[in-house]
């Protein structure tokens, strides 16, 4: 009997083997074609913030742009309540293939939409709504995906499992940079200006269709069922999660002392430079893809690495060490990217000093139809899409604007006189091929990533043990899409009017420094590592 029950064990593990792999390849493959869906938006936005909105400020566009970017982040956390509800409530499997749906209806709607100038305000609004369901889907598909897997792992192996789905968002994230460099390696400027911008939006489809096959042949979490077998589930998950001590005090310090600080990080790595380099630094959009795209692939087996050591030496430090190297390192790290991408404009800004003087300056965040630029406002906005560091002063003497560049002084607003004065001084309008660095660039953006990798490779397995199966899809979702969504999707928001408002191109770092620093210190502070806790 006994050498009869160790047959049947030796026989069951390779078995229970083979369906977890089973179970990450079909969760993760789902959650890449989700992410990837969701980061076009922000992998285009520089670009089609003129095809959407009002014409008349280039930096205001790209700020609103940047705003409709952050509405789909920040819907997330309301998209956590709904979904994260209907998990605990109705199962893992059947919520996550409603969210998949959602998210690629709406994408593909993008590719269909006229733009501003075909069906003036009406684009913006339907563009908002879109990437607000975007947003709500996604809310509801990160936290479904890792408890799934995290559900169908064993203890001591839970950080590797669950930290493939981390690697979803990076691989989605790199899909859409692939997809988007063939077209536009394909196709001319115009012809990609015109149509071509559309293609991404609608491979979405494509993807869609599989997505949905393999959530299908997926079956329910088996602690869910057993849960509800035994008749354990919440019936108010909602007020369980966040009404409730301890519950709801895990909540709040698992959003403070771990998601904030990795959400900031995960995008300046993945997101803050690419706009850094492509409109700061004025390097070619294709150039920086591949870039990016090399250096996200030089990292990304990282996210396994260190959800696999989590399970050895714990999730915490992990994440709280790449928050706080990150904080440490962010200033050093850009300004060498400044130097080793467009030395050429390291160099002007070092021996260029601007200042603006004006009292008439507003500042937006969104531009709107009737939005009046003031000549201080048009000035500060040429200087800062030129990727030009400036020092804002008083108002001089009766002119509206006084910009002093170097020995020049332009009073009043001039585009032509402007660019005059700045061809004349030097000023590279391009980043030169020739004087990229490409390795010491590549290794520094890769060392972004890898910042990345530290902080998110082991987050899902932290949160799933950080509670109980009634309510862990709820949860966990919360304050994981607070984190991401609010934190660090503000961020390249943020961080470009924190840039427009100061005129130092650096300033906008300080952002996820500060937030990063927070999650260190509430992390210490208040939270210890849960790692190899049993989720029965």
Same mark, same amino acid.
């Given at each position: 009997m006994s050498a009869s029950a160790d047959s049947v064990s030796q026989s069951a593990a390779p078995v229970e083997r083979t369906e977890q792999r089973r179970v990450i390849l079909a969760s993760s493959l789902g959650t890449v074609f989700e992410w990837y869906d969701f980061f076009l938006y922000a992998t285009l936005a520089p670009f089609f913030a003129a095809l959407f909105f009002p014409p008349g400020n280039e930096t205001a566009a790209l700020l609103s742009a940047f705003a409709t970017y952050a509405a789909g982040f920040l819907v997330r956390p309301f998209g956590a309540l709904v979904f994260g509800r209907l998990g605990d409530i109705v199962g893992r499997k059947y919520t996550f293939l409603i969210t998949i749906v959602v998210m690629g209806v709406a994408t593909a709607a993008v590719g269909f939409l006229p733009t501003y100038?075909?069906?003036?305000?009406?684009?913006?609004?339907?563009?908002?709504?879109?990437?607000?369901?975007?947003?709500?889907?996604?809310?509801?598909?990160?936290?479904?995906?890792?408890?799934?897997?995290?559900?169908?792992?064993?203890?001591?192996?839970?950080?590797?499992?669950?930290?493939?789905?981390?690697?979803?968002?990076?691989?989605?994230?790199?899909?859409?940079?692939?997809?988007?460099?063939?077209?536009?390696?394909?196709?001319?400027?115009?012809? !990609?200006?015109?149509?071509?911008?559309?293609?991404?939006? &609608? @491979?979405?489809?494509? =993807? +869609?269709? %599989? #997505?949905?096959? /393999?959530?299908?042949?997926?079956?329910?979490?088996?602690?869910?069922?057993?849960?509800?077998?035994?008749?354990?589930?919440?019936?108010?998950?909602?007020?369980?999660?966040?009404?409730?001590?301890?519950?709801?005090?895990?909540?709040?310090?698992?959003?403070?002392?771990?998601?904030?600080?990795?959400?900031?990080?995960?995008?300046?790595?993945?997101?803050?430079?690419?706009? !850094?380099?492509?409109?700061?630094?004025?390097?070619?959009? &294709? @150039?920086?893809?591949? =870039? +990016?795209? %090399? #250096?996200?692939? /030089?990292?990304?087996?990282?996210?396994?690495?260190?959800?696999?050591?989590?399970?050895?030496?714990?999730?915490?430090?992990?994440?709280?060490?790449?928050?706080?190297?990150?904080?440490?390192?962010?200033?050093?790290?850009?300004?060498?990217l400044t130097h080793t991408v467009n030395p050429a404009l390291a160099e002007y800004i070092e021996r260029t000093p601007i200042s603006v003087s004006a009292s008439d300056c507003s500042f937006h965040i969104f531009v709107l139809p009737g939005t009046r630029f003031s000549d201080c406002d048009k000035a500060k906005d040429f200087l800062t899409k030129s990727g030009l560091s400036f020092e804002s002063r008083p108002a001089e003497g009766q002119a509206t604007v006084v910009t002093r560049i170097g020995d020049v002084v332009l009073e009043g607003w001039d585009e032509a006189a402007y660019k005059s004065v700045l061809a004349e001084s030097g000023y590279p309008t391009t980043a030169d091929p020739e004087r990229v660095n490409y390795p010491v660039t590549l290794l520094l953006m890769t060392i972004l990533v890898l910042y990345a990798t530290m902080v998110y490779g082991p987050i899902a397995a932290w949160l799933v043990e950080l509670f109980p199966t009634q309510i862990r899809y709820t949860s966990m979702s919360l304050p994981y899409h607070i984190g991401n969504g609010w934190f660090g999707g503000m961020l390249p928001l943020l961080a470009t009017a924190m840039v427009a408002a100061s005129g130092n191109i650096y300033f906008g770092l300080w952002y996820p420094i500060g937030v990063a620093l927070m999650t260190v210190v509430v992390g210490v502070l208040f939270l210890r590592d849960s790692d190899h806790r049993s989720l029965n």
């Open positions: 100038e075909a069906i003036g305000i009406a684009a913006p609004i339907i563009l908002v709504t879109l990437r607000l369901l975007q947003g709500l889907a996604l809310g509801g598909e990160y936290g479904g995906a890792a408890t799934y897997v995290a559900e169908h792992a064993p203890d001591h192996r839970r950080g590797y499992a669950t930290s493939w789905i981390q690697l979803t968002a990076t691989i989605g994230f790199f899909l859409s940079l692939l997809i988007i460099g063939g077209c536009r390696l394909l196709l001319d400027k115009e012809s !990609f200006a015109e149509w071509g911008w559309r293609i991404p939006f &609608l @491979v979405s489809i494509a =993807l +869609l269709v %599989v #997505s949905v096959y /393999i959530r299908l042949k997926l079956n329910e979490s088996p602690l869910f069922q057993k849960m509800k077998a035994e008749g354990r589930g919440s019936k108010s998950p909602l007020t369980d999660s966040f009404l409730r001590y301890p519950n709801n005090k895990y909540v709040l310090l698992s959003l403070l002392g771990g998601t904030a600080g990795q959400g900031v990080v995960w995008y300046t790595g993945q997101f803050y430079v690419l706009f !850094f380099l492509t409109i700061t630094l004025k390097l070619d959009y &294709l @150039v920086t893809y591949i =870039l +990016l795209s %090399v #250096s996200l692939l /030089i990292a990304a087996p990282f996210f396994i690495v260190f959800g696999a050591l989590s399970d050895r030496i714990g999730r915490l430090k992990i994440i709280l060490g790449g928050c706080l190297l990150a904080a440490l390192t962010y200033i050093p790290i850009f300004q060498a």
